[in-house]
């Protein structure tokens, strides 16, 4: 029995969507879906419907793309009312997300539970001292704007920074009690510290990126791992002796079709073998 995870999955590209449909059976196997499954209902019912049926659990956080109002549904709900109905799509199929209790880890390895985290971010991935619209501008200046800033409605928030504030207030105060009782997998879309980022081309992304108030929870809350997304660099960090997994797919021209998905799914738990500090890509 293992916990693997994935994220990125892109389903709106025809390449990704024939490759997930070949995934073979993992039935003792609990999977993560560490968000951006793509950016529609459909796209994630397609998901849930066909894996749910091939792991014994699958858990799921929201991406990025997972809240974007986009044209192909119209009329469709926005911000924290799209979010929630993400919820209850997952609900329909037995799957875990960040407003349900956090399960227990049955298999092997140190007994812990998988806490899945909606957080966003606040822009403070950044220089020093930039509210929103600052960094924003400082983004630009390099030629980089999120399509957040158009597609990522935050209703009935103000701002995405205000929805980030509340999923924090929300988040923090559970995890705290969960991790009084053992050791956590902390999941999130986005990285939970400045130091996992890897974004040499486009390096003032990073403020669409998390949030400084999370970069102590790896510590705080007795993390045996934290498995992230949204880079579509894959690889596997040693932060304060914590492992930290990057699990994306990616578009098509960040993995080979030809290998089909399964070699990318990133083995959580047991621990698959000692990582050295510092990092190594994969």
């Not at 499954?37 to 991406?63: I, N, Y």
């Not at 504030?165 to 050791?183: I, S, W």
Request: contains cysteine.
């Amino acid at each position: 029995m293992r916990l693997l995870a994935i994220s990125d999955l892109h389903l709106g590209r025809g390449t990704n969507r024939a490759a997930l449909e070949a995934v073979p059976p993992h039935p003792d196997d609990w999977l993560i879906l560490a968000g951006d499954v793509g950016e529609t209902e459909e796209h994630l019912r397609f998901a849930l419907g066909l894996l749910s049926r091939r792991f014994a659990q699958l858990f799921w956080v929201p991406g990025n793309h997972e809240l974007w109002t986009v044209p192909q549904e119209p009329g469709t709900p926005r911000g924290v009312e799209r979010y929630r109905r993400f919820v209850a799509i997952c609900r329909e199929y037995g799957v875990a997300t960040p407003e349900d209790p956090y399960l227990d880890w049955p298999g092997p390895g140190p007994p812990c539970r998988i806490a899945p985290l909606f957080l966003l971010y606040d822009y403070t991935f950044g220089p020093d001292g930039l509210g929103p619209e600052a960094a924003v501008e400082w983004a630009v200046e390099s030629g980089v704007l999120c399509a957040d800033e158009k597609l990522l409605e935050p209703d009935p928030h103000p701002s995405r920074a205000a929805w980030c504030r509340e999923r924090l207030a929300y988040t923090e105060p559970r995890l705290a009690a969960a991790a009084a009782d053992g050791p956590l997998v902390l999941v999130s879309h986005w990285p939970l510290h400045r130091d996992l980022l890897t974004l040499r081309r486009i390096p003032r992304f990073s403020i669409w990126c998390g949030t400084r108030a999370t970069e102590d929870w790896h510590r705080r809350f007795d993390a045996v791992a934290l498995v992230y997304g949204h880079l579509h660099v894959r690889r596997t960090v040693l932060l304060d002796g914590v492992r930290c997994e990057e699990v994306s797919l990616g578009y098509p021209r960040d993995w080979s079709a030809e290998r089909g998905i399964t070699p990318y799914f990133r083995q959580i738990l047991p621990a698959p073998e000692p990582v050295e500090e510092g990092f190594r890509f994969g």
